[in-house]
Each structure stands twice: as C-alpha cells, then as structure tokens.
C-alpha cells in the first residue's frame, strides 16, 4: 500500500508540480491552506507525512507545526516545512519545534522526493 503524503500550500503551482513527482510513489493529497488541512486531518484522514509552506493566508505555516506537533492525534506525523527565505534562525526554530526538515523554495523536485524516502520509506 501506498504511503500517504499531505501538502499544504497557497500557491497552486507547487501543488501540481509536488503531485506530479510525489504521485506516482505515494498517495498524494494537496490542499491549499492550513485550516482545510486540520479539517481533513479532523475528519480521519491521517497521512504519513506532512509538507507544510511557511507563509500562507488564514495560518501560517509555523502556527500548523506548533498545532500539529501538541495535538495527540498528530503529533507523529513527520513535517517538512517548505520556504522561499533562507533564514537559518527560522531553520532552527522549527526544527527545535519538531520539523523533520526545511527546505527552501524553489526546490529541485528530486531533492524533495529522496528526503521524503529517507523519513518515511
């Protein structure tokens, strides 16, 4: 069976471009803000990891990590956070927050996916 992976992101493109090399392997959900993805999430659906963008309307990405990350239910679930600054103080907040990565936007697909393989597979 398929592993499952949950993208959260506003911009669309990323969405598309994530499901077209994520997809094949594994069992892909996009959604495009924070506050559907707890809803999902709420709703049973429970992935085997997590990639979250940082800046995003409605919930920043950070406040999701923090919600994740202190809700017994998903606190296991791995989180990649995605970001388009190369800030190595928010690399470190994060990850002392329970991120398993950070990447930076944009990012080489590949890349993605073999850290994706090295959490999860």
């Given at each position: 069976m398929k592993k499952k992976i949950l993208l959260?992101?506003?911009?669309?493109?990323?969405?598309k471009v994530a499901g077209i090399y994520l997809g094949k392997d594994y069992?892909?959900?996009?959604?495009?803000?924070?506050?559907?993805?707890?809803?999902?999430?709420?709703?049973?659906?429970?992935?085997?990891?997590?990639?979250?963008?940082?800046r995003m309307p409605f919930?920043?990405?950070?406040?999701?990590?923090?919600?994740?990350?202190?809700?017994?239910l998903f606190k296991s679930i791995p989180i990649v956070m995605l970001s388009s600054e190369e800030s190595t103080t928010e690399r470190i907040r994060l990850l002392e927050e329970g991120a398993e990565d950070?990447?930076?936007?944009?990012f080489n697909p590949l890349e993605l996916k073999i850290r994706i393989k090295k959490i999860i597979d």
């Open positions: 959260v992101d506003d911009k669309e493109t990323i969405g069992d892909f959900t996009y959604i495009e803000n924070p506050l559907k993805a707890i809803q999902w999430l709420n709703e049973g659906n429970l992935p085997d990891l997590i990639i979250s963008d940082i919930m920043m990405g950070d406040e999701f990590l923090h919600y994740m990350k202190t809700n017994e950070y990447i930076l936007k944009p």
